[in-house]
T-cell receptor
Framework: AQSVTQPDIHITVSEGASLELRCNYS??????LFWYVQSPGQGLQLLLK??????LVQGIKGFEAEFKRSQSSFNLRKPSVHWSDAAEYFC???????????FGKGTMLLVSP | DGGITQSPKYLFRKEGQNVTLSCEQN?????MYWYRQDPGQGLRLIYY???????QKGDIAEGYSVSREKKESFPLTVTSAQKNPTAFYLC???????????FGPGTRLTVT
């Protein structure tokens, strides 16, 4: 069965600093990978997705992620964090043949002034 | 504006009562999903439906029921058999053969 691990429960980053959120997945074939963001009490918004092709994918709000098959990772990055980026971030992998997603437990990003 | 609506935003019920959460989408998506979110647990799949009049259990279906009589609607009933129903419930939908899911704003259910 597929699984997703987000090793960091909380991360604090200074405003203007760079950000990397880690995601590792367990999946046999080429995975479909996603990053979502959730503000408190809200639904999830899709940041970016990887299906195939270029392993560096660009998303909304200045985020990017890199798929590394050898490391089973799909880490999310942003060069300069803004206070409005404070939220919870979820990595997810698609479950082949079922159109369902398996989510990680999330990483809460705190942005300090 | 296309999207997913969930109502109400907050719902309070007494223990032992069934409660139905609404989810409607006007994206013309075939598939719809219900998730439960608890602090530190991520999202866990309750039920999903890929076509009208058909649905499948997810990872935590016990104590829940769903129906899919219309493409636009996928209501979730939290029954009295659900041992710990207080949670944040999220509905999502996706297009044909797509893993990309779009989420509603959620319903916070509190059962006392």
């Amino acid at each position: 069965a597929q699984s997703v691990t987000q090793p960091d429960i909380h991360i604090t980053v200074s405003e203007g600093a760079s950000l990397e959120l880690r995601c590792n997945y367990s999946y046999g074939a080429t995975p479909y990978l996603f990053w979502y963001v959730q503000s408190p009490g809200q639904g999830l918004q899709l940041l970016l997705k990887y299906f195939s092709g270029d392993t560096l994918v660009q998303g909304i709000k200045g985020f990017e992620a890199e798929f590394k098959r050898s490391q089973s990772s799909f880490n999310l990055r942003k060069p300069s964090v803004h206070w409005s980026d404070a939220a919870e971030y979820f990595c997810a992998v698609g479950n082949s043949g079922y159109s369902t997603l398996t989510f990680g437990k999330g990483t809460m990003l705190l942005v300090s002034p | 504006d296309g999207g997913i609506t969930q109502s109400p935003k907050y719902l309070f019920r007494k223990e032992g009562q069934n409660v139905t959460l609404s989810c409607e989408q006007n994206l013309n998506h075939d598939a719809m999903y219900w998730y439960r979110q608890d602090p530190g647990q991520g999202l866990r799949l309750i039920y999903y439906s890929q076509i009208v009049n058909d649905f499948q259990k997810g990872d935590i279906a016990e104590g829940y029921s769903v129906s899919r009589e219309k493409k636009e609607s996928f209501p979730l009933t939290v029954t009295s058999a659900q041992k710990n129903p207080t949670a944040f419930y999220l509905c999502a939908s996706s297009g044909e053969r797509s893993y990309e899911q779009y989420f509603g704003p959620g319903t916070r259910l509190t059962v006392t």
